[in-house]
């Protein structure tokens, strides 16, 4: 009878799913501009079930997206040092004649060191320009360097992640779609929770288990 039982663990594993969140900017920095855009880390929120979970700063890692306060998105939340694949930038490989080519883990675990730095020195606006634009620059493939520090400082989080530097404490909120906004980064925020299943799919689960565990022992009994 183990092989219904598998059946049966890997169909309840499978009824797990990460939470949809809903993100929300409250506002869209502290006034630091480069031309007309404005540098993080911005102000928003976080909710979940109908909950607010978080307020606070929320950086951004996509410069060619556009993000609008006080309009709401849904997005999914994975951890910087723990990618699923389902990220924005999943693809992504910066590259650099310095530095060479990264990988997709290296260049979120790159940003997250980044966002950490940021929010660190969220009142100083030289450090504000060159780490929101090193950010940027990971991800969208420009050379921005608008204060001459923004290769400094990609230059940096590099040394720190091959130095061992892991993201773990940066959560990447992915907005769902991803046209629906710009992909964010919030250090130390809140823990990252997996949907409750619906009764409906729970039902469906148990029939399709009880179909399963039939078939199997019923073919079972006929070979003997």
């Known amino acids: 009878?183990?092989?219904?039982?598998v059946i049966v663990g890997l169909f309840l594993s499978a009824t797990a799913a990460f939470a949809q969140y809903t993100l929300e900017l409250t506002g869209g920095g502290d006034g630091v501009k480069v031309g007309n855009v404005p540098v993080g880390p911005y102000q928003g929120t976080i909710s979940s079930g109908g909950k607010q979970?978080?307020?606070g700063y929320m950086i951004c890692d996509d410069y060619t997206s556009t993000s609008k306060v006080d309009d709401p998105w849904s997005a999914t939340a994975t951890n910087a040092g723990s990618l699923n694949g389902?990220?924005?930038?999943?693809?992504a490989a910066y590259h650099n004649s310095t530095i060479g080519t990264t990988t997709t883990q290296q260049?979120?675990?790159m940003v997250a060191w980044l966002a950490n730095q940021l929010v660190q020195n969220a009142t100083n606006a030289t450090d504000q320009v060159n780490l929101s634009f090193a950010?940027?620059?990971?991800f969208d493939g420009a050379s921005t360097n608008p204060d001459g520090g923004t290769m400094t400082d990609i230059t940096n989080a590099f040394k720190a992640v091959k130095g061992g530097y892991v993201g773990t404490n940066v959560t990447v909120y992915t907005p769902n779609p991803?046209?629906?906004s710009?992909?964010?980064l919030v250090v130390n925020g809140p823990a990252i929770q997996t949907a409750e299943?619906?009764?409906?799919?729970l039902l469906g689960v148990d029939l399709a288990v009880v179909l399963v565990v039939i078939l199997l022992v019923g073919r079972r009994w006929m070979r003997a």
């Open 197 to 201: 299943p619906s009764a409906a799919g």
């Open 182 to 184: 710009q992909e964010f």
């Open 86 to 91: 389902k990220e924005k930038f999943s693809s």
């Open 1 to 5: 009878m183990t092989r219904p039982l």
């Open 53 to 55: 979970i978080f307020s």
């Open 178 to 180: 991803f046209s629906a």
């Open 107 to 109: 260049d979120y675990d």
């Open 135 to 138: 950010i940027w620059d990971i």
